[in-house]
């Protein structure tokens, strides 16, 4: 009876901290909640020793993790992808956040199994990163759909007299979503000392847009060797345009081939699934320690990277 206490307490722990992760990796709850204490003010009192002695432990596995990391040269990457999705998170405390849900994971399947602890603990722990991965990369997507007219836009005010810098500064007022964050960012980069060519490769960097970087070392070699920007930036704009074109069109023709590799992912699982409801009996022996667990999880792994080489495959770079 105890233990069932102390999992169920366990379990409780754990989703408290998936919980705050969830929130953590959000970032406008993270701007309120800063914007909140600011507001607050002198109206706060002082924090107890206990939240410090937290707060410096926190540090403590924060700065544990990222040695680690830096030992094995993943830090730098990390950070970039973190940048990317517009978290303002150090790679240590991504990770330390992630524990969160794979704990959770491992709990809740310790009730079901050793198997299914694993399993579940696994999709927990990979959940943030998963997540980190697709808010990126639809960044970078909005960031693609945008650069077109703002190439366009910065070609205008350039003829109209603007110097670069200000043509950049009207493109951020006037572009909405990831693109317009990340101008704003580089324009206040410039505006501390950053030499505006360091400052346009943060912003590439940041961005992971191919297109972003073309334009990026175009205007770098311009500012060097001298040349028409405005004409450059319209020849960039249709390139970008014609690129765009072209992707779309291998994309439906590569509809089918994605489609099987879903159908190809799913069909497993779904089979599993429906044998398990018809003829529970049936697969027990699969569910139980020893060589059925064995061949489920080589199972697990043969298809996992059947699915990854048909993703790769029907993947064509333009």
């Known amino acids: 009876m105890l233990s069932r206490y102390l999992l169920l307490l366990l379990i409780f722990g754990a989703v408290t901290w998936a919980v705050m992760a969830a929130l953590a990796l959000d970032p406008d709850f993270v701007r309120y909640m800063r914007a909140t204490v600011r507001r607050g003010g002198a109206q706060q009192e002082e924090p107890e020793p206990e939240t410090a002695e937290k707060v410096s432990l926190r540090m403590r596995l924060v700065a544990a993790i990222e040695s680690g990391l830096a030992r094995r040269s993943l830090s730098a990457g990390l950070t970039a992808r973190l940048r990317a999705a517009d ?19 491992t709990l809740l399947g310790a009730i079901f199994g050793g198997l299914a602890a694993l399993l579940l603990g696994a999709v927990g722990l990979l959940a943030p990163t998963i997540l980190l991965v697709a808010r990126s990369q639809e960044r970078q997507k909005q960031i693609a759909a945008a650069l077109p007219d703002t190439l366009g836009t910065i070609s205008n005010a350039l003829r109209a007299g603007f110097s670069l810098l200000q043509a950049l500064d009207a493109c951020a007022r006037q572009t909405k979503g990831a693109l317009g964050q990340e101008l704003e960012r580089m324009l206040a980069e410039t ?68 489609t099987s590799a879903m159908v190809v992912g799913a069909m497993p699982i779904a089979l599993v699934a429906v044998m398990q409801v018809m003829s529970p009996t049936f697969l027990a022996p699969m569910w139980r320690p020893g060589p059925g667990q064995a061949l489920l999880l080589f199972a697990v792994f043969l298809q996992a990277i059947g699915f990854v080489a048909l993703r790769r495959i029907v993947r064509i770079e333009v």
């Open 87 to 105: 978290l303002n998170l150090r790679p240590g405390e991504f990770l330390l956040i992630s524990l969160g849900p794979g704990l959770l994971g």
């Open 191 to 258: 505006r501390v000392g950053v030499p505006i060519d360091e400052a346009l490769e943060n912003l590439a960097t940041r961005a992971r847009s191919a297109d972003l970087e073309l334009m990026v070392t175009v205007v770098g070699i311009q500012r060097q060797v001298g040349g028409n920007l405005a004409e450059i930036l319209d020849r960039i704009q249709l390139t970008i345009r014609e690129r765009v074109r072209l992707q779309g069109e291998v994309r439906a023709l590569s509809a089918q081939g994605r």
